[in-house]
């Protein structure tokens, strides 16, 4: 499975973006699918997790109420729409694949692919 980030930039705080996640190969359906982001000098954060029929989903507390998961599986295609954005918010982030226990699924070690990441960055 490959997976490729898109729909990164530059917003002002307030503003708001969404990001894509399209997967390609062995069937994204299959797997949940996390969001995760990096900032400079920080460890990588689960932020939002989806489960494969969209029943169950789960956001880190920071981002709860801006920033909503969803998926296409028809598309092969899971996003994060990001609303009210913040400074706090810059980070490169990532989407990946697995199949995690739900309760485990902002932990990163629960997955096994991992796309290559999208630059956004919050600033005026």
């Known amino acids: 499975l490959q997976l490729v980030e898109s729909g990164g930039g530059l917003v002002q705080p307030g503003g708001s973006l969404r990001l894509s996640c399209s997967g390609s190969g062995d069937g994204l359906e299959h797997y949940y699918i996390g969001w995760f982001r990096q900032a400079p000098g920080k460890e990588r954060e689960g932020v939002s997790c989806?489960?494969?029929?969209?029943?169950?989903?789960r956001d880190v507390e920071s981002v709860k109420g801006r920033f909503t998961i969803s998926r296409d599986n028809a598309k092969n295609t899971v996003y994060l729409q990001m609303n009210n954005l913040k400074p706090e918010d810059t980070a490169v982030y990532y989407c990946?694949?697995?199949?995690?226990?739900?309760?485990?699924?902002?932990?990163?070690?629960?997955?096994?692919?991992w796309g290559q990441g999208t630059q956004v960055t919050v600033s005026s």
């Open positions: 989806i489960n494969t029929q969209s029943t169950y989903s």
């Open positions: 990946t694949a697995g199949s995690p226990l739900y309760y485990e699924c902002l932990d990163a070690g629960s997955y096994v692919y």
